[in-house]
Protein backbone atom coordinates (compact mmCIF):
# COMPACT_ATOMS: atom_id res chain seq x y z
CA UNK A 1 0.00 0.00 0.00
CA UNK A 2 0.76 3.49 -0.26
CA UNK A 3 2.49 5.14 2.58
CA UNK A 4 2.81 8.56 1.22
CA UNK A 5 -0.42 10.16 1.66
CA UNK A 6 -2.29 12.76 -0.85
CA UNK A 7 -3.48 14.85 2.04
CA UNK A 8 -2.76 15.01 5.49
CA UNK A 9 -4.67 17.40 8.29
CA UNK A 10 -5.32 16.66 12.26
CA UNK A 11 -4.02 13.21 11.98
CA UNK A 12 -6.29 11.88 9.22
CA UNK A 13 -4.93 11.11 6.01
CA UNK A 14 -5.69 10.90 2.27
CA UNK A 15 -4.95 7.65 -0.23
CA UNK A 16 -6.20 6.52 -3.32
CA UNK A 17 -8.73 3.77 -3.19
CA UNK A 18 -6.31 1.15 -4.91
CA UNK A 19 -7.39 -3.22 -4.82
CA UNK A 20 -5.84 -3.27 -2.00
CA UNK A 21 -8.17 -0.93 -0.32
CA UNK A 22 -11.05 -2.63 -1.69
CA UNK A 23 -12.22 -3.59 1.55
CA UNK A 24 -12.55 -0.07 2.62
CA UNK A 25 -14.34 1.01 -0.40
CA UNK A 26 -16.32 -1.19 0.46
CA UNK A 27 -16.79 -0.27 3.66
CA UNK A 28 -17.60 3.31 2.58
CA UNK A 29 -20.04 2.76 -0.38
CA UNK A 30 -21.18 -0.54 -0.18
CA UNK A 31 -24.78 -1.15 0.95
CA UNK A 32 -25.46 -3.15 4.28
CA UNK A 33 -26.88 -6.23 2.41
CA UNK A 34 -24.35 -7.45 -1.06
CA UNK A 35 -27.07 -8.70 -2.84
CA UNK A 36 -28.76 -5.15 -2.59
CA UNK A 37 -28.76 -2.98 -6.21
CA UNK A 38 -27.73 0.45 -4.74
CA UNK A 39 -25.35 2.74 -4.10
CA UNK A 40 -21.61 1.89 -4.65
CA UNK A 41 -21.27 5.50 -5.51
CA UNK A 42 -22.41 4.69 -8.95
CA UNK A 43 -25.37 6.51 -10.26
CA UNK A 44 -22.90 9.46 -11.07
CA UNK A 45 -20.52 7.31 -12.62
CA UNK A 46 -22.34 5.17 -15.57
CA UNK A 47 -24.83 5.82 -17.29
CA UNK A 48 -28.44 5.18 -15.79
CA UNK A 49 -29.53 2.38 -18.09
CA UNK A 50 -26.11 0.71 -16.95
CA UNK A 51 -26.82 1.29 -13.43
CA UNK A 52 -30.11 0.54 -13.32
CA UNK A 53 -29.16 -3.03 -14.76
CA UNK A 54 -25.97 -3.55 -12.71
CA UNK A 55 -27.72 -5.50 -10.00
CA UNK A 56 -26.61 -7.31 -6.35
CA UNK A 57 -22.69 -8.49 -6.22
CA UNK A 58 -22.38 -7.37 -9.47
CA UNK A 59 -22.08 -3.52 -8.41
CA UNK A 60 -19.26 -4.66 -6.12
CA UNK A 61 -17.41 -6.27 -8.96
CA UNK A 62 -17.86 -3.52 -11.08
CA UNK A 63 -16.32 -1.43 -8.24
CA UNK A 64 -13.54 -3.65 -7.74
CA UNK A 65 -12.16 -4.09 -11.09
CA UNK A 66 -12.11 -0.24 -11.46
CA UNK A 67 -9.61 -0.37 -8.40
CA UNK A 68 -7.51 -2.50 -10.57
CA UNK A 69 -6.74 0.25 -12.93
CA UNK A 70 -3.99 2.41 -13.77
CA UNK A 71 -6.58 5.38 -12.37
CA UNK A 72 -8.11 4.89 -9.30
CA UNK A 73 -11.94 5.49 -9.10
CA UNK A 74 -11.46 7.68 -5.87
CA UNK A 75 -9.39 8.62 -2.39
CA UNK A 76 -10.45 7.27 1.38
CA UNK A 77 -9.53 8.93 4.31
CA UNK A 78 -8.04 7.35 7.28
CA UNK A 79 -7.87 7.78 11.48
CA UNK A 80 -4.84 6.26 11.87
CA UNK A 81 -5.71 2.61 10.35
CA UNK A 82 -9.62 3.32 10.09
CA UNK A 83 -11.38 4.71 7.34
CA UNK A 84 -13.61 7.09 7.73
CA UNK A 85 -14.09 8.90 4.59
CA UNK A 86 -14.72 8.50 0.78
CA UNK A 87 -14.62 10.72 -2.13
CA UNK A 88 -14.99 9.89 -6.07
CA UNK A 89 -13.22 11.82 -8.46
CA UNK A 90 -12.61 10.85 -12.26
CA UNK A 91 -12.26 12.80 -15.66
CA UNK A 92 -15.87 14.51 -16.06
CA UNK A 93 -15.23 12.96 -19.86
CA UNK A 94 -15.69 9.67 -18.53
CA UNK A 95 -18.63 10.48 -16.55
CA UNK A 96 -22.32 11.01 -17.06
CA UNK A 97 -20.96 14.40 -16.38
CA UNK A 98 -19.51 14.93 -19.67
CA UNK A 99 -23.23 14.47 -21.33
CA UNK A 100 -25.59 16.72 -18.79
CA UNK A 101 -27.77 19.06 -19.76
CA UNK A 102 -28.39 20.53 -16.48
CA UNK A 103 -24.07 21.29 -15.32
CA UNK A 104 -22.57 22.98 -18.23
CA UNK A 105 -19.35 22.34 -19.38
CA UNK A 106 -17.53 25.89 -18.43
CA UNK A 107 -14.67 25.34 -21.51
CA UNK A 108 -12.89 22.68 -23.32
CA UNK A 109 -10.41 21.93 -20.45
CA UNK A 110 -9.66 18.81 -20.02
CA UNK A 111 -11.86 18.97 -15.95
CA UNK A 112 -11.76 16.20 -13.90
CA UNK A 113 -14.91 16.18 -11.19
CA UNK A 114 -15.23 15.60 -7.96
CA UNK A 115 -19.10 14.83 -7.10
CA UNK A 116 -19.36 12.29 -4.06
CA UNK A 117 -17.50 13.60 -0.74
CA UNK A 118 -18.71 10.96 2.10
CA UNK A 119 -17.55 10.78 6.06
CA UNK A 120 -18.82 7.77 7.98
CA UNK A 121 -21.19 8.19 10.90
CA UNK A 122 -19.53 9.22 13.96
CA UNK A 123 -16.85 10.91 12.15
CA UNK A 124 -18.79 13.98 10.94
CA UNK A 125 -17.71 17.04 12.27
CA UNK A 126 -13.86 16.34 12.61
CA UNK A 127 -13.06 18.78 9.41
CA UNK A 128 -12.40 14.79 6.73
CA UNK A 129 -14.48 16.63 4.17
CA UNK A 130 -11.61 19.11 3.64
CA UNK A 131 -8.95 16.60 3.85
CA UNK A 132 -10.96 14.27 1.61
CA UNK A 133 -11.19 17.09 -0.95
CA UNK A 134 -7.62 18.37 -0.91
CA UNK A 135 -6.68 14.51 -1.59
CA UNK A 136 -8.97 14.06 -3.96
CA UNK A 137 -7.76 17.03 -6.00
CA UNK A 138 -4.19 16.35 -5.45
CA UNK A 139 -4.72 12.72 -7.15
CA UNK A 140 -6.92 14.79 -10.05
CA UNK A 141 -3.32 16.92 -10.59
CA UNK A 142 -1.25 13.68 -10.05
CA UNK A 143 -2.93 11.96 -13.15
CA UNK A 144 -2.48 14.66 -15.48
CA UNK A 145 -5.58 17.25 -15.04
CA UNK A 146 -5.68 20.83 -15.55
CA UNK A 147 -8.15 21.72 -13.53
CA UNK A 148 -10.53 20.11 -11.29
CA UNK A 149 -14.42 20.85 -10.38
CA UNK A 150 -17.13 19.90 -8.05
CA UNK A 151 -21.11 20.51 -8.22
CA UNK A 152 -21.79 21.29 -4.50
CA UNK A 153 -25.09 22.98 -3.45
CA UNK A 154 -25.02 26.84 -3.20
CA UNK A 155 -26.86 26.52 0.79
CA UNK A 156 -25.45 29.98 1.85
CA UNK A 157 -25.06 28.07 5.37
CA UNK A 158 -28.57 26.42 5.63
CA UNK A 159 -28.86 23.12 7.19
CA UNK A 160 -28.21 20.20 4.08
CA UNK A 161 -30.22 16.87 4.78
CA UNK A 162 -27.48 14.46 5.00
CA UNK A 163 -28.90 12.23 2.01
CA UNK A 164 -27.85 14.78 0.03
CA UNK A 165 -24.56 16.29 1.10
CA UNK A 166 -23.00 13.83 -0.50
CA UNK A 167 -22.90 16.41 -3.15
CA UNK A 168 -20.63 18.98 -0.92
CA UNK A 169 -21.40 22.58 -0.46
CA UNK A 170 -19.91 25.65 -2.27
CA UNK A 171 -18.13 26.79 1.41
CA UNK A 172 -16.82 23.28 1.68
CA UNK A 173 -14.84 24.30 -2.20
CA UNK A 174 -14.17 27.84 -1.47
CA UNK A 175 -12.37 26.74 1.67
CA UNK A 176 -10.00 24.24 -0.76
CA UNK A 177 -9.18 26.79 -2.96
CA UNK A 178 -12.05 26.50 -5.75
CA UNK A 179 -14.06 29.54 -7.19
CA UNK A 180 -17.46 30.06 -8.13
CA UNK A 181 -17.60 28.91 -11.98
CA UNK A 182 -20.77 28.59 -13.38
CA UNK A 183 -24.49 28.50 -11.99
CA UNK A 184 -26.95 25.62 -13.31
CA UNK A 185 -30.41 24.21 -13.96
CA UNK A 186 -29.57 21.60 -11.47
CA UNK A 187 -31.24 21.40 -7.30
CA UNK A 188 -30.12 18.86 -4.36
CA UNK A 189 -32.14 19.01 -1.34
CA UNK A 190 -33.79 22.13 -3.03
CA UNK A 191 -30.77 24.27 -3.41
CA UNK A 192 -29.08 25.08 -6.61
CA UNK A 193 -25.88 23.67 -7.53
CA UNK A 194 -23.30 25.41 -8.51
CA UNK A 195 -20.21 24.45 -10.77
CA UNK A 196 -17.09 25.52 -8.63
CA UNK A 197 -13.79 25.07 -10.18
CA UNK A 198 -10.31 24.81 -8.62
CA UNK A 199 -6.82 24.94 -11.55
CA UNK A 200 -3.96 22.99 -11.21
CA UNK A 201 -1.16 24.15 -9.17
CA UNK A 202 2.16 23.76 -10.09
CA UNK A 203 4.46 21.09 -7.56
Not at 68 to 97: C, I, M, N, Q, S
Amino acid sequence: MATTPLAASDGFRVFPATHARFDDVRTMVGPKNPTSSVCWCLSHRIPAKENRELAGPDRGAYVEALTRRRTKPGVLAYDGDEVVGWAAVAPRADLPFARSTKIPHVDDQRAWSVWCIRVRPGHRGRGISHVLLDGAVTYAVQRGAPVVEGYPVDNQGAKVDLTMAYVGTRKLFEDAGFELAARTDATSAGFPRVVMRAAARPG
